[in-house]
């Protein structure tokens, strides 16, 4: 059992006060999942040619500025940095991929959560009230937003190990239910380039959509290859640069609830994380039927 | 001094729902009658276990198994309920004016469930005797080794209905994505057209008799035949 909660703001009140209206949400599932938990924000995105990285050491303490002074030292220009609990955001003036390969080649101890313009992953070990404190995730803004509570299963209660998973720049993935056949997947994708960093089973769905959308699959195709490849339960929550999705195996074996108003989209495990959140009695409210993608994206402006 | 006329009613903003379940099953020894409770906000195991004819009103959405094992009372759901309302219910009457999630009234042994709206997957799965009036569609795997009983569909089935069937009576106005292992389409003779108008009266559901179909169990799968002998 795992506990998986998703916002989206369709109205910059809702945006100002994403993470002091997700964190209820996200408390509300701690019996769901008691061991760990994760958010991804979608906030603040940053420059063209700019990227962010969310980055994670297992010391609290550590001294991130040395890893900001070194970065501008590789790549010029001035650099940002702004330390959460055991995480810290930097801003770097250089596209992605070079960014990551000199983080894991110097800094070998740290962690990339995650890439892109917008996306910041925060995740931890221990209780989820624990987890909203320490990483202060009600002064969080956004566009969007995803939690997970984490009830493991299938492999280790570790950072690692917990939710959100990074599946590419200002991807990521949560997940509630169990993969059976990850092992076979895993194999098969580290043949296609795809790198694990645990035994867990999400990390391997979520290097399976890495995998397919590098494969120039759209998110249709990318979940039709999922059903058939995918054994297990799944209730997947999908966050992207402009919004997010949500999926149910083809049975619907593990619950979720979908909420909407003029204000926000909403999506639990059960509805009671929603019931937080203002005008949810009145909010326009179902479950998604399985095998079915219900997505929301930001209007490009 | 409370009287059997006054409507109790509870906060669950305020009162630990603990505390409202132990009340309502105190019921049982007298007290008040009728009940309302407010802002359930998506509680779980809310009004479970009364036995006692009671009318209890639900004012707002609910968790997983509300009012299940229901006896003898009368529990109205105003709003969506979550996963397994009415589980084992009893007798009695459980109505829900929203949507019910997967798996309502499931196991149910007797009396009647009847959703406003739509019930997702497995409703009645493993049904027992209770009567099932769904205003809507119903989810996949509905009636799954249902015993007996009857389910009332006004809206469409999704798909596997009736899988593994034994001797539940399916009624269905729309259409039936697919019918489950051993699930046919069955005359509805006189007997079914009573049955059937019974109880689109009793959950006022604007529906005609003749436009639905009865399915149910073709019955080679439960009895032992000899001819699979050599496949034990």
Known sequence: MCGIVGLFAKTPEVEANLGALLAPMLHEMSDRGPDSAGVAFYRNAVAAGQTKLTLQHDDATYDWDVLRTAMQDAFGAEHSIERRANHAVVIAHAEAAPVETWVEEFFPDVKIMSAGEAIEIYKETGRPEKFIETFDIQSLNGTHALGHTRMATESKVTTAGSHPFSTGLDLCLVHNGSLSNHNGLRRMLRREGIRFQTENDTEVAAGYMMWRQREGDSMQQMMDNAFEDLDGFYTFLIGTRDGFAVVRDPIACKPAVIAETDEWVAMSSEYRSIATLPGAEKAQTWEPAPATIYAWEKEKV | ?232
């Open chain 2, 1 to 232: 001094m409370t009287t059997a006329t006054d409507i109790e009613v509870v906060d669950l903003a305020v009162t630990p729902l603990r505390e409202l379940n132990q009340r309502l099953h105190d019921a049982k020894n007298g007290g008040p009658k009728s009940w309302k409770i407010v802002n359930p906000n998506g509680a779980h195991a809310l009004a479970v276990g009364i036995d006692a004819d009671l009318d209890v009103l639900i004012e707002g959405h609910t968790g997983y198994y509300t009012a299940g094992m229901n006896k003898h009372a009368n529990v109205t759901i105003d709003g969506n309920a979550g996963v397994g309302v009415g589980e084992n219910i009893m007798s009695g009457t459980i109505r829900i004016t929203g949507n019910a999630s997967q798996a309502c009234a499931a196991t149910g042994r007797g009396g009647l469930v009847v959703v406003e709206g739509d019930a997702a997957a497995r409703c009645g799965i493993s049904m027992k005797g209770v009567e099932i009036v769904v205003k809507g569609d119903i989810g996949h795997m509905s009636a799954f080794m249902a015993q007996s009983g009857t389910l009332v569909v006004c809206g469409d089935a999704g798909d596997a209905l009736g899988d593994s069937i034994y001797e539940t009576h399916i009624y269905v106005r729309g259409s039936v994505k697919g019918l489950g292992a051993d699930c046919i389409e069955k005359e509805l003779k006189d007997f079914h057209r009573a049955e059937l108008g019974r109880l689109l009266e009793v959950a006022g559901a604007d529906a005609k008799v003749d436009e639905f179909k009865r399915y149910g169990s073709a019955r080679t799968l439960y009895n032992f035949n000899i001819d699979n002998a050599g496949a034990y």
